[in-house]
């Protein structure tokens, strides 16, 4: 909380944050109509690509959707995906990185391998081709991701520990006969939880970016509507250089909400290297 | 050190062998039916049977993974679905489109950015300089690749009209290695490249920033300041030690541009290896989706293996065991 106070690119960050997840949590009321519901003109005819109105705010798609209603919804896919795929992600990071540093040795050596593995698989096209065979849907988007990112953090997290478990109160722990598990929950991972926080902050970001980019290629999930996936729709239909009032929303709600991630993100950084500190 | 290079490159090839595997096993445990593409109507069993052989994909799941990997050891990549032909000359010419976006983009994004990057790692901390360098870079590195693409594309090729929307050349342009040489590929190649340098620019900033900030308090800063030598000489100094963490950023940044410069390559249209990964992925292709995946996997090996061996060339304090 301090950090917020202190730090005005934070506050920013968690202002814009706190921001979508409020549209998020109330997008059915603050959308005007449903996402795909299907727009008439008086005359009867479809109403598609119709310029920002009264009625329409964002004007309309070529289908005939409202376009802030799909925008408000879109929110929910990405702060979903984004919020559960780093939570995973940060649970098998810190185990993976925790028991690695922490027993070393024999451990150490097969985790890093496997990890070495994880960190050569190029992220974009695995994700692609594993959710193609999988099947797009929210779940297996959000599956892929953990699968990907928990490597990076892996690494992280293992270095961490490494400086930790040579702390002299760690060994007064052990020697005094407490369990590893006692040692690793109550004089290791309390001295990490700020690069645990921080790495959580940057998944977040990167589970956005990911599935924006799948939704973008056509391999989101066809039955909820998200960024990614409104601009896929723009691209495939031509309208992506005529119709800005459909393709700028989404645009800019991608990169304020990663941006507002990394902004936070940095606060931490320069909080947990007291080498970047003022001086 | 010759004992260092032997070990790491051999790690390499375990690391390589580990993640055609895993690509085997994903395809062939999907309960999706690769050869549903393939099969037409009311073809005959033997006809089925024949070109079930022809592609690997008879006997037990050993049997096609001691098939698969033999293929693959001599150099036996099998033929598209879809292109109906070898695997290596679909993708051969389109990894050269590939590396004529990324490495130039990545080259310009990294010098660009770590330029920048002195300046702000430079400036009085705290100061306007450094806050808004921070915070722009910050928000531009937020920016989803196809955003960049799709603004650019808006921008120069919609309103102004400056630069071609799509393809890699006009449609009468050469089709042989001369056609990289021309006006007209240089000025298809122009918005695409721009896109990945400006994707690449914040993080390199980043990086410089934080290495001239660790570095400018140094005691060598000190002692070259006490020198009397000018502050271009000192930045050059600290920027020279700030280097390292780039340059070891580099090659696997090369490899992530290959591998995400997907989106790029789709939203300019642009005939490179992503886009056809994604294409063949759509079609069904899957030896072609393999094939490319393995590629880029390759790629991005060789690309960590360069970075260890180059640090240690570069960084005197590295002992290698």
């Known amino acids: 909380m301090r950090l917020v106070m202190k730090d005005s690119f934070v506050a920013m960050g968690v202002a814009i944050l706190l921001f979508f997840i409020v549209i998020a949590t109330f997008a059915t009321v603050l959308a005007p109509y449903g996402p795909y519901e299907v727009m008439m003109t008086e005359a009867g005819r479809l109403d598609r690509l119709a310029r920002p109105s009264f009625e329409h705010p964002l004007g309309t798609t070529a289908y005939g959707n409202d376009v802030l209603s799909q925008f408000i919804h879109g929110s929910r896919v990405a702060l979903i995906v984004g919020l559960v795929a780093a939570v995973a992600v940060g649970f098998v990071s810190t185990v993976f990185g925790v028991v690695a540093g922490y027993f070393g040795g024999l451990v150490d050596d097969v985790l890093m391998r496997i990890t070495d593995v994880a960190l050569s698989i190029p992220t974009l096209p695995f994700a692609i081709v594993a959710v193609s065979l999988l099947g797009p849907s929210v779940q297996n988007i959000i599956l892929v991701i953990s699968i990907l990112f928990w490597r990076n953090g892996a690494r992280i997290i293992r270095s961490a520990v490494l400086t930790e478990r040579e702390r002299i109160y760690v060994k007064w722990a052990r020697a005094a006969g407490a369990s590893h598990f006692h040692v690793i929950l109550h004089h290791i991972l309390p001295n990490i939880v700020r690069v645990i926080f921080l790495w959580i902050t940057m998944s977040v970001a990167f589970a956005i970016l990911a599935e924006a980019s799948l939704s973008f290629l056509g391999l989101g999930d066809p039955t909820v509507i998200s960024w990614g996936q409104m601009l896929n729709t723009a691209f495939s239909s031509g309208s992506l250089r005529t119709a800005w009032w459909w393709v700028v929303p989404p645009c800019i709600a991608l990169t304020l909400l990663v941006s507002s991630l990394y902004l936070i993100g940095r606060g931490f950084e320069e909080q947990t290297n007291p080498r970047l500190r003022r001086y | ?321």
Not at chain 2, 281 to 293: G, H, N
Request: aromatic letters at 12%.
């Open chain 2, 1 to 321: 050190m010759r004992g260092y290079v032997l070990r790491r490159l051999f790690q390499s090839v375990l690391v390589v062998w580990a993640v055609t595997s895993i690509m085997f096993l994903m395809f062939r445990v999907m309960p999706t039916d690769p050869t549903a593409m393939l099969m037409d109507r009311g073809m005959t069993e033997a006809a089925r049977d024949k070109l079930l052989e022809d592609w690997g994909l008879t006997g037990s799941l050993w049997d096609q993974y001691v098939a698969y990997i033999g293929n693959l050891m001599r150099g036996d990549f099998g033929n598209s679905f879809f292109h109906r032909k070898p695997v290596w000359e679909v993708l051969g010419p389109l990894i050269v489109n590939t590396l004529w976006v990324a490495v130039p983009g990545l080259l310009l994004g990294a010098v660009l950015g770590s330029g920048l990057g002195v300046l702000v790692g430079w400036a009085p901390r705290g100061g306007k300089t450094e806050r808004i360098g921070i915070f722009l870079a910050t928000i531009i590195r937020g920016v989803p690749g196809f955003v960049i693409g799709i603004a650019l594309l808006a921008v120069f090729s919609s309103a102004l009209g400056w630069f071609p929307a799509f393809g890699m050349g006009s449609v009468d342009a050469d089709q042989g290695a001369s056609r990289y040489l021309t006006l007209d590929f240089l000025h298809h190649l122009a918005l695409p490249l721009i896109a990945v340098a400006i994707y690449f620019l914040p993080e390199n900033l980043l990086l410089m920033r934080s290495g001239v900030v660790e570095n400018r308090t140094e005691d060598y800063v000190e002692l070259v300041r006490a020198k009397g030598v000018s502050q271009s000489r000192v930045a050059w100094h600290t920027a020279r030690n700030s280097l390292l963490p780039l340059i070891t950023w580099l090659f696997p940044a090369l490899a992530e541009t290959i591998a995400g410069i997907v989106v790029v390559e789709i939203v300019f249209s642009w005939p490179g290896v992503g886009r056809e990964l994604v294409l063949a992925v759509t079609r069904q292709d899957y030896p072609l989706t393999q094939s490319a995946f393995f590629l880029l996997a390759v790629m991005i090996v060789l690309a960590n293996l360069a970075a260890d061996l180059i640090y240690g060339k570069l960084d005197p304090r590295v002992v290698y065991k």
